[in-house]
């Protein structure tokens, strides 16, 4: 009897082990799940805002296929030239020049533009080419945007009528040029577009010249034998980098291979890229004349006490710079800058507004 009643108790024993555990297990299997179905909502939820966030970035980043139809104005002035630089989503960025000039508008996409490699400093060259000025045949007309927007305004207050002879310059030339006495240096600004030369030109061009790139802040040499007497001008304020005096040689070997590669086919600026637009050819037309009429234009007007390269950043409602805007400003005749905004998506927008370094505007940009 005694050991009837020991078995009993014995397997009583083990039914309540055996119940315990699969209580714990099944305590621990239904905690389990409930934390994987929280951690599921959370990654749901974090999923959500990714594509959100995503789906934000794509509407104020996507501004390649609409940069075409950029427009803007430079108030009492013939001649228009802005340099534009777009931030994409992957943090990559993308380059366009525009220039006006009388009643023709000028594209420059990425197609016209040379590109270093250098993770450093990061500068392309632009294709300046324009059908209305006077350049030497055999020149590479490229230069740094900033440089080219100074280039532009010192001809245009000229007349277009002296020649551009040389811009971005192979190194095997610039050797060249010093073995004949031309130069006494093998490391020139030419060689990564921070220079060009203007030659055929009059005593009284030359001095308007020489003043205007005082005003500009840019160095001026004229120098040469008598078939080859021409005007130097050279922006130091990139040239004098230290890390680009010491990789010159290797930046310009990169802007030189890719100049071999799109020359034959994008150097000329094709019918399609010049637009007749009579419509807003000057201040008094339509188009600019009252932008506190048409909801997309902007104008910044100020009168500066010396010319300097005006720089707008916009930012999105994220806090993300989706686009900088270049363009040079000084005196009456060049003191106000139109843009046509249009080509941003619908919202409210951060502009930031620079002299040179110095940050003289801060507003929301509203675009309906």
Known sequence: MKSSSFWKKLYLILIIILFIETFILLTIYLTTKKNENIQSEASTEEKEEQNHQWILKRRYYSLINKI???KATTTNSSLTSVYVRIYEQDNSSRDFFYVRNLEKTYISDVKKFLFSKDSIYYFPLVNVKFPFLNIKDNAYSYLHPILAIKMLYIFDRVKFKPRLSDALRESHHQIKYKKRGWTD??????LIGLAFDISKYTWEEKKS??????DLSLSFLQHGGRRNMHIHIQDDKIWTNKHISKNVLNISEQFIEEYHIKESLFNKYKE????NLCNYSDSSSIFFSNPALNK???SFKKQMKSYDI????IFNILGD?????????GDKTNNELIIDFSF???GIYKLKVYEGVKLVREENLKIY
């Open 296 to 298: 997309y234009l902007y």
């Open 272 to 275: 399609q890229e010049v637009f």
């Open 344 to 346: 941003l998506g619908s």
């Open 68 to 70: 075409n139809s950029f």
């Open 185 to 190: 240096v093998e490391k020139s600004p030419h």
């Open 310 to 313: 005006v720089k707008l950043e």
């Open 321 to 329: 710079k989706i686009i900088e805007i270049y363009t040079l400003m």
């Open 209 to 214: 010249i020489e003043k205007l790139t005082n």
